[in-house]
Each structure stands twice: as C-alpha cells, then as structure tokens.
C-alpha cells in the first residue's frame, strides 16, 4: 500500500524559511513523480513543484522559482521542500501526491495517484 507522509509545516513570519518533508512508503514503481500541491480557503489546488525518479528532474510553478528547492533522499526515501523568502500568499495547507507512470514531471493534479495528508503553513506578514 502505496502512503505519503507529509510534515514541517508551521507558523513562520514573512521572509523566514521552513522544509517540508514527504516520506513515501510501499512504492514498487519505477517510473513515478513527487509533486508539492498547496491548497488556500478558497482557492483551488495548484501544483508547486515536482521531481521525476526517472531522471531527478524538477519543475516549479512561477510563484516560487528562485525560492523553493525541492530535492530527494532516495535512502530515505523522502522528498523535500525547502521554502524560503516565504510570503504570506504562501500560506496554505500543502499536500505531497504521487504520480505513476508519468515519465517526466507534471504539475497538474490530475496526473497524480496517491495523495498524503496535508500540512499547514502559515506565513503572518
């Protein structure tokens, strides 16, 4: 049973950091992605960031390029989310998903599988 952990969320002041962590458990596939989604009240889910284990490729959506970093640490198998120069338009509960199959990294929500529980951040101005 494929699950997805996802935790470091937290209250942080405008300009501050934080690192989101997804621990990923029973995974048998070969080809698949990790994606960073965020979700605000209100507003619908958007993709953040993405990493492919085919080829560790990344992509970011345009409103963090230049501040988030995602990356992964296959020995654990967790992938991560440094986010830094937070803004308070950042604030959202963020959800890390799995996708099978994809062959390269894909942002929309619906080229994922597997969903994990989401995590608040919260960024006060």
């Known amino acids: 049973e494929v699950q997805l952990q996802a935790s470091g969320g937290g209250l942080v002041q405008a300009g501050g950091s934080l690192r989101l962590s997804c621990a990923a458990s029973g995974f048998t596939f070969d080809d698949f992605a990790i994606g960073w989604f965020r979700q605000a009240p209100g507003k619908e889910r958007e993709g953040v960031s993405c990493?492919?284990?085919?080829?560790?490729?990344?992509y970011y959506a345009t409103s963090v390029k230049g501040r988030f970093t995602i990356s992964s640490d296959n020995a654990k198998n967790t992938v991560y989310l440094q986010m830094n120069s937070l803004k308070p338009e950042d604030t959202a509960v963020y959800y890390c998903a799995a996708g099978i199959d994809l062959g390269v990294c894909r942002l929309g929500v619906r080229w994922y599988n597997y969903w994990g529980q989401g995590t608040q951040v919260t960024v006060s101005s």
């Open positions: 990493i492919s284990s085919v080829d560790g490729s990344t």
